[in-house]
């Protein structure tokens, strides 16, 4: 089992900035692609940013440029440092990760974490 515990929302204006960070731990042997997800109101959720455990990183279109994910892989920890913020991005931030353990490859997500850019 793999645990996931988000931390770092929060209300901004506009413009603001706020850092997401999350923190894997439990039973397992590695953890692969650590990303994260936010789901508005009555909207499906969906992906903002991911990285694999080499480096590489993928952005929705819509936070391209102003959101940067980092992970830490000593730590297993990942953050999402979010820049010039918005009102549409409020929404609740999922962390996700996809962990091996004995159970094979399976996804894991945290409790969400409440971000509200006011306008």
């Known amino acids: 089992q793999v645990q996931l515990v988000e931390s770092g929302g929060g209300l901004v204006q506009a413009g603001g900035s706020l850092r997401l960070s999350c923190a894997a731990s439990?039973?397992?042997?590695?953890?692969?692609?650590m990303g994260w997800y936010r789901q508005a109101p009555g909207k499906q959720r969906e992906l903002v940013a991911v990285?694999?455990?080499?480096?590489?990183?993928n952005y929705a279109d819509s936070v391209k440029g102003r959101f940067t994910i980092s992970r830490d892989n000593a730590k297993n920890t990942v953050s999402l440092q979010m820049n010039s913020l918005k009102p549409e991005d409020t929404a609740v931030y999922y962390c996700?990760?996809?962990?091996?353990?004995?159970?094979?490859?399976?996804?894991?997500w945290g409790q969400g974490t409440q971000v509200t850019v006011s306008s």
């Open positions: 996700n990760a996809v962990a091996l353990s004995r159970l094979g490859f399976l996804g894991y």
């Open positions: 439990g039973t397992f042997f590695s953890i692969n692609d």
């Open positions: 990285t694999t455990s080499g480096g590489s990183t």
